[in-house]
């Protein structure tokens, strides 16, 4: 049951409460080409919630770009239904559904003879808006994208960077504001630096647009930076595993998701938890530098801790003491020992933490605030519990789900049980 | 040699738009305007030379030449060389805008998908075609339509189909797929993507279909005249029948002239519908 609970869940509606309104819905659609007896998707039900990305992951040829190009109808489905804001669009015209979705692919594929400007208000231009409604609109496009509208605007696609081009993609594909933005490995044939840029660049607009959002690739690194939901999918694009990049890290279903997300997951999973929601130590034998000898070495004599850590007088950390510099009174405590050089604040990522943690003296990181005083102590043994935590939640999430979908298949017995007596 | 040399990194410049100093214009690694226009341009200019050129020589020799009365008639402009020249031309037109109205739809139909098999068929059986010599075709359209120059003008247009058909296959069929799929993705219909994507890119390879037709059909004309079509070909037939070489050099001069004159037109024409950009 359990690898199976994930796409049900999704198909049955008895996902979590955090889940948002479903902006389409796949149901039982699939795909098999002309002239081919297997299906390059078969019977898909998927849900795709309003405002989030949702990122299609999968093997080359499992059949991701055949699924997005399914749901603006580049594809007719040969079987099921296609749900878009609560209207089967399965029969509508194709090309007026497609004004509504913008899409972006690989190639970019601009016009190369028409200017940005053109390129940009190519939609607006089909639903028939008018030419000052169309160039400001362009303005706004290119500003939103990081494009001085003065410099690029009357410029021709071949007079572009491959960077700058992808961004007039992205730009183009939101020329009427579309409610659903389809993109197909767009960032695919970048150079890792631009790509991460453009990335990063895409997550911030995202998170003023907030745009329901289909992402396709095929690199679960970009997938788990990308995605608020992940779908990974295996052959014929089949749901293997549908949550969030947090939960698949923590708990692949099975082995196909635990060998496509590869080695080093559960170090990837620490970049989602932040060092300020997870609990750090707090009985750390810490002293200030105005401490007297004496009181410091009860303290240090009474934890088990080889290390303790010397505050100034306004709580920064100083440096790290062991018995030997205690034995030393020729100096103050904060100039004996090696130098706190692993601080973090408190919005750091347990990753950056883990690197900060790595390169101390102590094996151990301080956490500090903004005015870099002392919050407490984060070591390797925290973050081997903050793990063990997440990877048991996953575990016991999927648990519930798969209960209430035993308790919901009741129910349905139920129903046509009480069908029957009544009959 | 300064800033404008910098191509590099103009998505970080793009990040800060408010840092478009004087520095890195938006010209990257552009020539000079003027040798560009020169050397692009080089064939437009050179053309019109040569034909002023030759037009000078054919006067020249014309003038000091010895003439009899029936050189003076052969070579009369009123009676004879406009109205010839006038039939050249119009024979020519005629064909090559005959021409560009069936092969042209042509080639857009043997395009889609619907028709796409039938696109090899009919391209072989054009090519065939092309092996017939023009002058057996001539004679040909000539054995079933008679006398006059609306025969040349069919003949020709059958003729030069070919070239015409072949490069607006080619032209639609080298437009990038992904160019279309953005398009049709973004909600063009099958016919906007066609009149705003695909026809425009086809545009380049069209014309230079098209320019050969058109060069085909000004030196064919020339020989309209043995069929009772008329043209600048009259005049050579002249020259060689009365044994006249001011006759005959003047009419081969003058059939030279239009074609040069016409490609060098037709190439202005291409070179203005190029689209932009590409
Ligand atoms: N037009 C087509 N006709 C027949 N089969 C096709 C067609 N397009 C795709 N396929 C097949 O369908 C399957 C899925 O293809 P699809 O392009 O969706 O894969 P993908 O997951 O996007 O792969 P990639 O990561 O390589 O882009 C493949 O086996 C492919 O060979
Ligand atoms: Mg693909």
Redesign the interface.
């Known amino acids: 049951m359990t690898d199976h609970s994930t796409a049900d869940a999704a198909s049955t509606g008895t996902t979590p409460a955090d889940a948002p309104k479903t902006m389409i819905r796949l149901e039982g659609v699939g795909k098999t080409y002309p002239g081919t007896t297997v299906p390059a998707v078969a019977e898909l039900d998927l849900e795709i919630p309003e405002g989030e990305i949702l990122v299609l992951v999968g093997p080359s040829g499992c059949g991701k770009s055949t699924t997005l190009r399914l749901i603006?109808r580049?594809i007719e489905p040969s079987s099921g239904r296609i749900i878009f804001d609560g209207e089967d669009v399965t029969k509508v015209d194709p090309?007026?559904?497609?004004?509504r979705i913008?899409?972006v692919?690989q190639?970019?594929?601009?016009?190369?003879?028409?200017?940005i400007a053109q390129n940009i208000g190519?939609?607006p231009r089909?639903q028939g808006w008018d030419k000052q409604k169309i160039n400001a609109r362009v303005n706004e496009l290119l500003?939103l994208t990081?494009?001085?509208p003065?410099?690029?605007r009357d410029?021709?696609?071949?007079?572009?960077?491959g960077?700058?081009a992808q961004?007039v993609?992205v730009a183009?594909?939101l020329?009427a504001d579309p409610e659903v933005l389809?993109m197909d490995e767009p960032f695919g044939a970048i150079d890792p630096i631009?790509r991460d840029?453009l990335q990063n660049e895409f997550l911030r607009l995202q998170s003023e647009l907030k745009k329901t959002i289909v992402f396709v690739t095929h690199d679960i690194d970009e997938a788990i930076k990308m995605g608020d939901r992940i779908a990974i999918l295996g052959d014929q694009s089949r749901i293997a595993q549908f949550d969030t990049p947090e939960r698949i890290l923590a708990y692949p279903v099975d082995e196909f998701v635990s060998d496509f997300i590869g080695s080093g997951s559960t170090l990837k999973g620490l970049n989602f938890e932040r060092v300020r929601d997870i609990e750090l130590v707090h009985d750390f034998p810490v002293v200030d530098v105005n401490t007297p000898r004496d009181e410091a070495q009860r303290r240090f004599d009474a934890s088990d801790e080889k290390w303790m850590l010397v505050l100034d007088d306004q709580q920064r950390p100083q440096c790290w003491i062991n018995g030997t510099h205690l034995a030393d009174t020729s100096k103050p405590l904060d100039q004996l020992g090696p130098r706190v050089r692993a601080k973090v604040p408190p919005n750091a990522t347990l990753h950056d933490a883990l690197e900060e943690l790595l390169m101390s003296n102590a094996g151990q990181a301080v956490v500090v605030d903004e005015k870099g005083r002392h919050l407490g102590i984060l070591d390797v043994e925290r973050l081997a519990d903050v793990l063990k935590r997440m990877r048991n939640e996953a575990k016991k999430h999927y648990d519930e789900l798969a209960a209430q979908q035993a308790a919901l298949d009741d129910v349905q017995n139920d129903d046509v049980h009480d069908a029957e007596v009544n009959a | 040699m300064s800033a404008p040399t910098r191509t590099a990194d103009?998505?970080a410049a793009?990040?800060r738009?408010e840092s478009?100093a004087p520095g890195p214009a938006?010209t990257?690694t552009r020539r000079p305007p003027g040798v560009r226009l020169i050397k692009s341009n080089a064939g437009l200019i050179i053309s019109p030379a040569i034909i002023i050129t030759g037009a000078l020589l054919l006067l020249w020799n014309y003038n000091r030449s010895d003439r009899i009365f029936q050189d003076e008639r052969a070579l009369d402009w009123e009676r004879n060389l406009r109205p010839q020249l006038e039939q050249h031309l119009s024979i020519t037109l005629w064909s090559t805008l005959f021409t560009i109205l069936i092969a042209v739809p042509l080639g857009i139909m043997l395009t889609r998908p619907g028709y796409k098999r039938l696109g090899g068929p009919i391209l072989a059986v054009a090519t065939s075609g092309q092996a017939i010599p023009a002058f057996g075709l001539l004679i040909l359209a000539f054995a079933w339509l008679g006398r006059g120059p609306w025969t040349t003008i069919w003949a020709l247009t059958l003729f030069t189909i070919l070239p015409v058909l072949r490069n607006t296959i080619v032209g639609l069929e080298q437009v990038?797929q992904?160019?279309?799929?953005?398009?049709?993705?973004?909600?063009?219909?099958k016919s906007?993507a066609l009149r705003?994507?695909e026809l425009?890119?086809a545009v380049p390879v069209i014309l230079a279909g098209i320019r050969t037709a058109l060069v085909i059909n000004v030196g064919m004309a020339a020989l309209a005249y043995l069929i009772g079509g008329g043209g600048l070909g009259a005049t050579i037939g002249a020259g060689i029948q009365l044994r006249r070489d001011l006759v005959l050099i003047t009419g081969a001069g003058m059939t030279a002239l239009v074609a040069l004159s016409v490609d060098w037109i037709a190439a202005i024409i291409e070179k203005g519908l190029r689209?932009?950009?590409?």
């Open positions: 603006n580049m090309d007026l559904l497609r004004r913008g899409y692919i190639q970019i594929g601009l016009f190369p003879h028409q200017t190519t939609v089909l500003e990081g494009l001085d003065s410099i690029y410029r021709y696609p071949k007079e572009l960077s960077g700058q961004r993609g183009r594909a020329g389809l631009t840029r | 103009p998505p793009a990040g738009p478009a938006p990257t990038n992904s160019v279309i799929e953005a398009g049709r993705g973004m909600g063009l219909t906007q705003e994507i425009p890119l689209p932009r950009g590409l």
